[in-house]
């Protein structure tokens, strides 16, 4: 996780988290299915509540709650938590950073609608046709109560490009890093 | 009367052998149809597996179905057909040997099969038609009501041929019409009256033929009935022999071992009785005298007291040497010509393959029967492995088949001794057991293993499996997949099931029960929780 984002209520795990096969990955193909769609929808969840948007493939991630029950002592082993992460980019839930597959940018929500949030904010706050900078956008104290508030870095330069390609914003300083992107958003 | 008789068979279809009289199969032969007089019987009696044995020839079938309303048209044949199936399902019927007269043999001719015939002989007494007093009362008085004449019964009469009067067999001339009896050792010529030998072939007055020279004189033959067996599978000639040997062997009349017929020879010639049943080697049976034929070379000189022991001992330990050593040469003639025959074998599945590219379709014809042939005697060493058919079925043959309904008897057997032992076991355990109790003539590996997969075929109750993890095992209905899923789901819903709990509650080892508990997770029965090797309802397709 690449964020310190507190939730103000605790996440509520489905029941399916406390049932102890539910961490081991089943070897008959349609349970397997069954089990990772709903592995996908729980990842989804979690992220969405807690404002996840990274996994990496490391030692530290199965320590997260939402792979390690302690309460069952039953955690995701790599090769599943794997698996998942696959399925996870399979969904469009999610993309590799790199080729050699170890980490992802979660998309809780995809970048179409991340660019509809932006604009939308933009027009209702009256940031239309002003130019803002990233730093603004992203941590300024215009948007704190904004779900993309503290976005990862990554997430909000691919969001950002998003919006240049489908030409809903101007780009007047491109820069590599994020908080000294210039853009003016088209209302 | 009919001439079969049900028999019975065990609860995995095979023959139920008659131990006390030491009956044994001598020759077993499939695709045999049964005949009643001149009738074809109709299905399920046109196909099945024959077996003769020592006492009885046996016939099961092949199909075994309900008979109710089998009808042939013919009267005789249908009380047959209703004696036999009075509306439950027929599996065998036999027919003792000591009611055939006679047997003979008819090749197949164009499109009929060989046959056999079986002559047989009613035990009725005599046929209830002709009654001798035409106006006796009842058959228990036996004095006639308008002359006053008793009448002898049938089975000591014999009747006169001019008036038909019921005389004493003894008698010479008729009581009645002072006709000249004809009697076993006369004949009476038809055409003057004179009483000839009955081996006369002319009369001695008038010259007249009185029989052929070729013709049997047979005394008159009682009612019988013709059964006649259709080999449409082939093995007639060799059945036939079967069926020879065994009505010349009488093996319900006979003592059956040589060395109980020599070692009762000194017993017969003793006129002491009490002496006779001391020496005895089975008291209280006194064999018959040795026929003539049989030489045995004993000698034969006081038998009796210490001498006599002694003399017994050496003439048991001449016999077992001289019986050695001919199982022996036996024995080395049996190899020599096995490895001719091999030689040969080989040499023609040489030769076979290397013409089977050029050969013409009579050859082709030739080369299949040849390699059929070959794998039937089981030599299928000398074939080479494209020679042998890919599929194992079409070379399932009756063999397996009867080894396998030997192992579902034996199978019966083990699984009701209870003991904890849950009704499915692996082949090797099974293989053990059942070498062990067979103790002679065991079964290879291989054999097993390939009757053991004919199993299910036969319906018996029990099949073989190979599970996922290799393990092979033979189990009744009650571990096949669906019983087995349906039992396990409905334990699993109510507690989370564990390898230890499930092998004492199936009576299984706790092996086994995990690698069913494998192959039900495999098949989604029920899902694995890894870390604790807990099994759990598969909740994942409930959703």
Redo the contacts between chains.
């Keep these: 996780m690449s964020t310190n984002y507190a939730p103000p209520v605790p996440f509520e795990f489905p029941p399916?988290y406390s049932?102890?096969?539910f961490?081991?990955l089943?070897?008959?193909a349609?349970?397997r299915d069954?089990?990772v769609t709903?592995w996908v929808d729980l990842i989804r969840a979690y992220c969405t509540h807690h404002r996840v948007y990274r996994l990496s493939l490391n030692a530290s991630i199965l320590d997260l709650p939402l792979f390690r029950n302690a309460a069952l002592n039953?955690s995701v082993s790599r090769d599943m938590l794997h698996t998942l992460l696959t399925a996870l980019v399979k969904a469009d839930l999610a993309e590799w950073t790199s080729k050699s597959k170890t980490h992802v940018f979660v998309y809780w929500k995809s970048l179409s609608e991340w660019s509809d949030t932006l604009v939308a904010w933009a027009k209702d706050n009256g940031f239309a046709n002003t130019v803002v900078t990233g730093y603004e956008v992203r941590l300024g104290d215009y948007v704190t109560d904004q779900e993309f508030y503290a976005m990862d870095e990554a997430v909000f330069a691919k969001v950002v490009a998003h919006l240049d390609h489908q030409r809903r914003i101007v780009m007047i300083n491109p820069s590599s890093n994020v908080d000294e992107l210039g853009f003016k958003i088209i209302g | 009367m009919h001439a079969w008789h049900r028999a019975d068979l065990t609860a995995a279809g095979r023959v139920v052998l008659d131990d006390g009289s030491a009956e044994a199969i001598a020759r077993s032969q499939p695709r045999v149809g049964l005949y009643h007089d001149q009738i074809r019987l109709p299905s399920p009696f046109d196909d099945g597996t024959l077996h003769v044995s020592s006492h009885r020839l046996v016939w099961v079938a092949a199909a075994a179905t309900s008979t109710a309303k089998i009808v042939t048209g013919d009267a005789s044949a249908d009380t047959v057909l209703a004696c036999l199936a009075p509306a439950s399902t027929v599996a065998a019927v036999a027919i003792q040997l000591d009611r055939i007269n006679r047997a003979w043999l008819q090749a197949g001719f164009l499109r009929s099969s060989p046959k056999i015939t079986l002559d047989l002989v009613w035990s009725d007494p005599a046929p209830p038609s002709s009654s001798s007093a035409p106006r006796a009362a009842t058959t228990t008085s036996l004095v006639c009501a308008r002359c006053g004449v008793v009448p002898t019964p049938s089975p000591i009469s014999a009747a006169c041929p001019q008036c038909t009067f019921a005389n004493r067999v003894s008698a010479t001339v008729c009581a009645m019409c002072a006709y000249p009896l004809p009697s076993s050792s006369t004949t009476i010529c038809p055409r003057c009256t004179l009483t000839n030998p009955v081996d006369a072939t002319k009369c001695r007055a008038c010259a007249y033929v009185l029989r052929d020279e070729e013709a049997v004189m047979l005394p008159p033959v009682p009612k019988s009935a013709t059964v006649k067996l259709s080999f449409r599978g082939g093995g007639a000639n060799a059945a036939y022999k079967a069926i020879k040997d065994a009505l010349q062997a009488q093996a319900w009349n006979r003592i059956s071992s040589p060395r109980e017929r020599a070692l009762s020879s000194p017993v017969g010639t003793l006129r002491d009785p009490a002496a006779a049943a001391r020496l005895s080697p089975v008291p209280g049976r006194l064999a018959p005298p040795l026929a003539p034929s049989m030489d045995t070379g004993l000698d034969m000189a006081a038998p009796i007291g210490v001498g006599g022991l002694v003399k017994r001992q050496e003439q048991e330990q001449q016999l077992q040497q001289q019986t050695l050593d001919s199982a022996f040469t036996d024995l080395e003639a049996l190899m020599t010509k096995a490895h001719d025959m091999v030689t040969l074998s080989n040499a023609i599945a040489a030769k076979l393959r290397a013409r089977t590219a050029t050969g013409t379709e009579s050859d082709e014809s030739l080369v299949a029967q040849f390699r059929s042939s070959m794998m039937a005697l089981g030599a299928t060493a000398s074939l080479g492995a494209a020679d042998l058919p890919s599929s194992r079925a079409a070379t399932t043959d009756d063999r397996d088949r009867a080894l396998a309904r030997e192992m579902a008897d034996f199978l019966h057997h083990v699984f009701a001794q209870g003991k904890g032992q849950g009704q499915i076991i692996a082949v090797s355990d099974l293989y053990c057991m059942f070498n062990r109790a067979r103790g002679v003539a065991m079964v290879s590996p291989h054999d097993f293993w390939t009757a053991a997969q004919v199993l299910a075929t036969l319906q018996v109750g029990f099949e073989a499996r190979t599970l996922a993890s290799g393990t092979r095992v033979v189990h009744a209905a009650r571990f096949a997949d669906t019983s087995l899923f349906t039992d396990l789901q409905q334990w699993a819903a109510r507690n989370a099931l564990d390898v230890a709990t499930a092998a004492a509650r199936w009576g299984v080892a706790v092996a086994l029960a995990a690698q069913l508990f494998k192959h039900a997770?495999?098949?989604?029965c029920v899902?694995?929780?890894?870390?604790?090797d807990?099994y759990?309802a598969?909740?994942?397709?409930e959703?």
């Design positions: 399916i049932f102890p096969p961490f081991t089943q070897p008959h349609p349970s069954k089990q709903a039953r | 997770v495999a098949h989604g899902v694995v929780d890894a870390p604790a807990m759990y598969n909740r994942f397709l959703v």
